[in-house]
C-alpha cells in the first residue's frame, strides 16, 4: 500500500508568519492532492499535483511536487487565523486516494 | 464547482439499530464514490469503493456485512451502519469523483454517527 508521511503532526504560529507542511510518500506519485479540513467537517480541496517540479498556487497558499514526485510541500505566506485547522494531503495510486496523518495548524493572533 | 451532499449531517442511534446515510452528487454524475472514516484526532481511512451498477469494493478490515454500501445511480451511493454499536460512532466521509481514475475526489460535509 502507499504509504503517506506529514510533518509537521501540529504546528503553531504567530499570525503573519509563514509555515511549510511536508508530505512525504514511500513510492512514487501520480497524483498529489491537498485538502483542509476544519475536524468534524468536510474537505475543502486545495490543489492538485500531477508533474514533477509542478508547483501551484492559490492566494496565500503555494503547493509543490518535487521532480521524482514522491514528495510535496505546501507553503503558506504570511499566515492568518483563517489558515487555521487540519492539512491532509492525499495520495493516488490507480483508483485509489490513500491519506497522510494530517498536520493541525493552529494561528495565534 | 462540483458539490457532494451528504445526509444526515448527524444522527444519534440506540446500540443495535441501523443507520443509513447518503451522498449524492448534486451537479455531476459520479461513477465511483468513496466512503471514509475518521476518528477524533486521526486522517481518514479508505473503508470502501462504490462503483455504480456493481458492488462496493471494501478495504482490508472493513466488514462488508456491517457496512452496506449501494450505489444505485450515478448520483447518489447509501452506505448503512448495520447492528450499530458505541465503537461504531464515528465521522463518516464520502467523496464522489467526476470521471476517470485521476481525476479529483469531491468530498460531502459529513456524517457524524454517535450510538448510545
Known amino acids: 500500500s502507499q504509504e503517506l508521511e506529514q510533518s509537521p503532526q501540529s504546528l503553531i504560529v504567530q499570525e503573519g508568519k509563514n509555515l511549510t507542511i511536508n508530505c512525504t510518500s514511500s513510492k512514487t506519485l501520480y497524483g498529489l492532492y491537498w485538502y483542509k479540513q476544519k475536524y468534524g467537517e468536510g474537505l475543502i480541496f486545495l490543489m492538485m499535483l500531477q508533474k514533477g517540479g509542478e508547483e501551484k498556487s492559490h492566494e496565500k497558499i503555494t503547493a509543490k511536487l518535487d521532480e521524482k514526485k514522491q514528495q510535496s510541500s505546501l507553503h503558506i505566506t504570511a499566515s492568518q487565523p483563517s489558515h487555521a485547522g487540519i492539512y491532509l494531503c492525499?495520495?493516488?495510486?490507480?483508483?485509489?486516494?490513500?491519506f497522510g496523518g494530517g498536520t493541525r495548524l493552529m494561528v495565534k493572533p | 464547482g462540483a458539490v457532494v451532499s451528504q445526509h444526515p449531517s448527524r444522527v444519534i442511534c440506540k446500540s443495535g439499530t441501523s443507520v443509513k446515510i447518503e451522498c449524492r452528487s448534486l451537479d455531476f454524475q459520479a461513477t465511483t464514490m468513496f466512503w471514509y472514516r475518521q476518528f477524533p484526532k486521526q486522517s481518514l481511512m479508505l473503508m470502501a469503493t462504490?462503483?455504480?451498477?456493481?458492488?462496493?469494493?471494501?478495504e482490508q478490515g472493513v466488514e462488508k456485512d456491517k457496512f452496506l454500501i449501494n450505489h444505485a445511480s450515478l448520483t447518489l451511493s447509501t452506505l448503512t451502519v448495520t447492528s450499530a454499536h458505541p465503537e461504531d460512532s464515528s465521522f463518516y466521509i464520502c467523496?464522489?469523483?467526476?470521471?476517470?481514475?485521476?481525476?479529483?475526489?469531491?468530498f460531502g460535509p459529513g456524517t457524524r454517527l454517535t450510538v448510545l
Open positions: 492525499g495520495g493516488r495510486a490507480g483508483n485509489m486516494l490513500t
Open positions: 462504490s462503483n455504480e451498477g456493481s458492488k462496493a469494493t471494501y
Open positions: 467523496s464522489a469523483r467526476l470521471g476517470l481514475a485521476g481525476d479529483t475526489q469531491y
